[in-house]
């Protein structure tokens, strides 16, 4: 046994090292005769990348593919790289990610400090490069099958730091110090909702809403669809779906860290607006059985209760079938941390049981959770879940009203000098909000466990790899219409 050590040293060590991929440079196709003006176009999307990480304004929404400057992924899309065979497929699949990467660079362009001539001029530019590299670069079948192999963006788990914390040997530590939070939480949630201790009033706050429920009164069964299978609704639709759904807050407010706001820029750095109460939501789709289905993830934030973490904050997720009605809910912490599922619809779950598997937490048993009207109850100062009632049961001593924003608002926030940035780093991070590690978390191998992250960033569990965008994250929660053994999770 005194060996055992050492031996995973050695595992960790080849882990690391095997990790370093060999760099495949994509297949040079002559650019010439028609094409001759779109000849430097790769030195010109270099340039303007180098611009961009010199100015320290990536905008890291979406996955840089390696050696295709034009193309930004995320989970989703590459989820289908060994899927899409024939042409249409391929043409959509390779469309969506220049159209990522051309949304990115918008807001490039904008935390650049570009005028809107400048703008406009490297948008067109940019544009055409992105549809001739496209278009002659992957007809090379090397190209295209180098793309499928480096398309799916890295995971938010730390091999090094996997290794260095014996991993192998640390998972009954990791498992016993998640049980022993779970087990606090569901002494929580089994107290009867009366009984719920708090010492601070409680404010409901509700959605304004600002659309007509009508626009999505048949679903999406009169959308458009791309050629992927996802729904398409316009961007009028998409917001009266995300406000039929928006969740009430039941707020225990004992100070002002407890009301929702807007995140800003200061003179001091990162704070919150809670003037200006505000949710953003973002609209994103995942897998299960073969179909897709809607997520709505609506993010609640707050000041921080000390002056070294000057923001928090919360994550709720709605998904929906395509007959738009509730399938489950999901909650975590901006950090990814507190990961809790709420089955609204009889979904079977699965069996966890593996010794690299954590399980997923359910705090609440499914009959009492509403498929509509959902109410959240809030616990002051550090803004955990307590609850999912009934708004109708929310019982408040005051009433508000908050309105809902697009999460892409928060990629190019005023700054007080004038100008924009985003709130997130080029790291996916919020400044000012990474924290001390817990010494229990290192061998788990998430960076950075309690800052708040980027949609797209948030790691869900310390056992196993799991992310909250993994597009098939649902099958290995519960067994799926039409799928007999659970998918790998993306990444």
């Given at each position: 046994m005194r060996h055992r050590p050492?031996?995973?040293?050695?595992?960790?060590?080849?882990?690391?090292?095997?990790?370093?991929?060999?760099?495949?440079?994509?297949?040079?196709?002559?650019?010439?005769?028609?094409?001759?003006?779109?000849?430097?176009?790769?030195?010109?999307?270099?340039?303007?990348?180098?611009?961009?990480?010199?100015?320290?304004?990536?905008?890291?929404?979406?996955?840089?593919?390696?050696?295709f400057p034009y193309l930004r992924t995320d989970r989703l899309l590459a989820s289908f790289a060994d899927e899409v065979t024939d042409f249409e497929q391929l043409s959509g699949w390779i469309r969506r990610m220049r159209e990522l990467d051309q949304e990115a660079r918008e807001f490039e362009y904008m935390n650049l400090g570009m005028s809107t001539q400048e703008a406009a001029i490297s948008r067109s530019r940019m544009q055409l490069c992105s549809s001739t590299l496209a278009g002659l670069e992957l007809e090379v079948p090397s190209n295209m099958t180098h793309l499928k192999s480096v398309v799916m963006p890295p995971d938010e788990y730390s091999t090094t730091r996997r290794a260095l914390g014996l991993y192998p040997l640390s998972v009954p530590i990791l498992r016993s110090r998640i049980e022993a939070k779970r087990e606090n939480v569901r002494a929580d949630f089994a107290t009867p909702l009366a009984e719920l201790e708090t010492k601070a009033p409680l404010t409901l706050w509700s959605?304004?809403?600002?659309?007509?429920?009508?626009?999505?009164?048949?679903?999406?069964?009169?959308?458009?669809?791309?050629?992927?299978?996802?729904p398409g609704l316009v961007a009028s639709q998409w917001l009266a779906l995300a406000e039929a759904y928006a969740p009430h807050l039941w707020i225990e407010s004992a100070s002002e860290s407890d009301v929702p706001g807007s995140p800003e820029w200061t003179e001091s750095g990162v704070s919150v607006d809670t003037q200006n109460p505000v949710l953003n939501y973002h609209i994103s789709f995942a897998r299960f059985g073969g179909q897709p289905v809607v997520q709505i993830t609506y993010f609640t934030w707050f000041k921080g209760r000390l002056e070294s973490l000057p923001i928090d904050g919360t994550m709720w997720r709605v998904t929906l079938n395509l007959d738009a009605e509730p399938m489950l809910y999901e909650s975590i912490h901006t950090s990814g941390q507190s990961h809790q599922v709420f089955p609204v619809q009889a979904l079977q779950r699965r069996e966890h049981e593996g010794y690299f598997e954590q399980a997923p937490f359910f705090p609440q048993s499914?009959?009492?959770?509403?498929?509509?009207?959902?109410?959240?109850?809030?616990?002051?100062?550090?803004?955990?879940?307590?609850?999912?009632?009934?708004?109708?049961?929310?019982?408040?001593?005051?009433?508000?009203?908050?309105?809902?924003?697009?999460?892409?608002e928060l990629y190019f926030l005023k700054k007080p000098g004038g100008g924009?940035?985003?709130?997130?780093?080029?790291?996916?991070?919020?400044?000012?909000?990474?924290?001390?590690?817990?010494?229990?978390?290192?061998?788990?191998?998430?960076?950075?466990?309690?800052?708040?992250?980027?949609?797209?960033?948030?790691?869900?569990?310390?056992?196993?790899n799991s992310?909250?965008?993994?597009?098939?994250?649902?099958?290995?929660?519960?067994?799926?219409?039409?799928?007999?053994k659970p998918r790998q999770p993306a990444g």
């Open positions: 050492r031996m995973f040293f050695a595992l960790g060590f080849v882990l690391i090292t095997s990790t370093a991929c060999t760099h495949h440079r994509v297949q040079n196709v002559p650019i010439e005769g028609f094409f001759e003006a779109m000849s430097t176009c790769r030195d010109e999307f270099a340039a303007l990348d180098a611009r961009v990480e010199t100015a320290g304004v990536q905008d890291t929404a979406y996955y840089r593919v390696p050696g959605v304004t809403p600002s659309m007509d429920p009508e626009l999505v009164k048949n679903g999406f069964n009169r959308s458009v669809v791309d050629e992927l299978g996802f499914n009959g009492s959770i509403p498929a509509r009207n959902a109410a959240l109850r809030l616990k002051a100062g550090s803004h955990e879940l307590r609850r999912v009632v009934f708004e109708i049961e929310a019982k408040a001593q005051e009433k508000k009203q908050y309105t809902l924003q697009r999460y892409e924009t940035r985003s709130l997130f780093s080029p790291e996916g991070l919020i400044a000012q909000t990474e924290r001390p590690d817990d010494s229990w978390m290192f061998a788990s191998g998430v960076r950075q466990p309690g800052a708040l992250r980027q949609y797209g960033r948030h790691p869900i569990g310390y056992i196993g992310h909250f965008d993994d597009p098939f994250l649902l099958e290995t929660i519960f067994v799926a219409p039409t799928t007999e």
